[in-house]
């Protein structure tokens, strides 16, 4: 509670200034802090290698819309030396994965640079056909190289072909289209409770503020959750603004949309009516930057996690703090999240490393005792529900050590997981075709890669944004039905 009225005092009061300031306002509590401070740094930036910002854009048009973006790129004259280094570079490594010796290897690279050397006249079909094969092999491989580490994403076999065909071909929103229809079904036919999409709110969760989406049992502290919002906020605006001034486009000024003393979004403001006059490449790779740069930032995040979290994970600790629990888990209700883990069965553990070889002789039925720095539990182990000859207990837990050095360590890796976790979740709801995220804008340029007119591809885009609304729709109706109760039950208590 003492969280709560902390907050609240630092909301009320710097909203309260905030209401005083002439920035631009709106529903009386929205804030628009405009600032000229950016613009100079996003030109400073723009000016260093400008082919080589338009050339990541142009490459985020095949990474996420697979062979619609190769011909999409085909299409548009000015990016076709960079569509010829793609093709070349997804040729290689698809002669990677696919090679039976590196002299076939070399064969089929040499040949693929000779060909798309020689080609002097682009034909979109081909460059739509190639490039969705390259894709769709290249993600096969990724498809069969998660579960080698152990990341299967359970599904039969049969699904894994059409849906790495769908992602070769379209990309990756229609894959999240079919994940939010099979949702939406669950939902709407199944009875299931969980929602499909759910929004990120304040909350408290034993005592400590933070961020959580309802629905769900993620919750992210609070100085996490501030320091992964930054990481999308600024990298995102800041790469609209790159490309924009990479494209001469003026920039009207930077800044923060906020709730009260909030932040709930950023913002780089080019002139949008010059926008409107530009060619459909330069528009697309504007409205796609955002996205891409929080794709890199994700990709950072688990570089440097990768790197730290084998030291991390060995290290010796005072034990394995119990950070959450899963829905099913056998110890929830006994245990409390927070408690320090020491023993199992008078084993120590003193790592995940020994938490994990204790916790794999372990056998459904068994009773563990289990010893923390609040007492002793015993409890008996249900059946793993991936493995049922494995006892489970169903908690999630990270090293804890009172050493300061560790405990910046755990910060940082820490910081790191809720850095990735917010920049790839954006960046792929980003490119949902709907207002006001970008996709519904990259949306109505891609049509322009086929033979329709501009009045044919208004209704395609207006369709795909509409069927987008009522997807989201359904997939929110748990969290509608919560507040619906909530309030009724409010009114009868008045």
């Known amino acids: 509670m003492g969280y709560w009225i902390i907050f609240l005092i630092t909301f009320i009061a710097g909203t309260a200034v905030l209401m005083q300031t002439k920035y631009e306002r709106h529903l009386k509590i929205i804030f628009l802090i405009r600032t000229q401070h950016f613009i100079n740094a996003i030109d400073f930036v723009s000016k260093i290698a400008p082919r080589f910002w338009l050339f990541l854009v142009d490459a985020a048009l095949p990474l996420f819309f697979g062979g619609v973006g190769f011909a999409y790129l085909s299409k548009q004259e000015e990016s076709h030396r960079n569509l010829n280094i793609l093709l070349a570079f997804s040729g290689f490594i698809t002669a990677l994965v696919i090679s039976p010796d590196i002299i076939t290897f070399l064969v089929i690279s040499l040949l693929m640079v000779l060909g798309l050397h020689s080609l002097k006249k682009r034909n979109t079909s081909a460059d739509f056909i190639t490039g969705s094969i390259f894709v769709t092999i290249i993600t096969l491989k990724i498809l069969g190289g998660l579960s080698l580490l152990g990341l299967s994403i359970n599904l039969p076999t049969e699904y894994i072909y059409p849906l790495a065909l769908i992602e070769g071909t379209l990309g990756i929103v229609p894959l999240m289209f079919i994940a939010f229809i099979a949702q939406a079904y669950d939902i709407v036919f199944e009875g299931s409770q969980r929602p499909g999409v759910s929004p990120a709110l304040p909350d408290v969760r034993d005592g400590e503020l933070g961020l959580s989406f309802p629905g769900t049992d993620i919750f992210i502290p609070f ?68 996205s891409f740069a929080n794709l890199l930032v994700s990709l950072l995040a688990v570089v440097l996690l990768a790197s730290i979290s084998p030291i991390y994970l060995a290290m010796s600790s005072e034990g394995v703090e119990i950070t959450d629990f899963d829905s099913n888990s056998s110890l929830k209700g006994n245990i409390a999240v927070g408690e320090i883990l020491c023993e199992i069965n008078n084993h120590p553990v003193t790592s995940i490393t020994s938490f994990k070889e204790v916790a794999s002789h372990l056998m459904p039925g068994d009773n563990a005792t289990l010893t923390t720095n609040k007492g002793s539990y015993t409890v008996t182990l249900a059946e793993h529900p991936e493995n049922s000859s494995r006892g489970y207990m169903g908690i999630i837990v990270r090293p804890y050590n009172s050493i300061i050095g560790y405990r910046i360590i755990d910060f940082i890796t820490t910081a790191l997981f809720w850095i990735w976790f917010f920049n790839f979740n954006i960046c ?8 006001p995220f970008d996709g519904w804008r990259i949306l109505e340029e891609l049509t322009k890669t086929f033979r329709v007119n501009q009045k044919e591809a208004m209704k395609i885009v207006k369709g795909v944004v509409a069927f987008s609304l009522f997807l989201l729709l359904l997939n929110a109706l748990p969290l509608l039905t919560q507040a619906i109760n909530l309030f009724i039950d409010l009114l009868s208590k008045i």
């Not at 792929?428 to 207002?435: G, H, Y």
Request: charged share 20%; aromatic share 6%; hydrophobic share 50%.
């Open 223 to 290: 100085i996490y959750a501030l320091i992964a919002v930054a990481t999308v906020l600024f990298p995102h605006e800041f790469a609209h603004g790159i490309i924009a001034r990479v494209h001469k486009l003026k920039l009207k000024s930077t800044g923060l949309l906020t709730l009260g003393i909030l932040p709930i979004g950023a913002f780089v403001e080019p002139d949008e009516e010059e926008i409107k006059e530009r060619p459909s490449l330069q528009k697309t790779q504007i409205f796609i930057a955002g």
């Open 428 to 435: 792929l709801v980003n490119l949902l075709p709907i207002v």
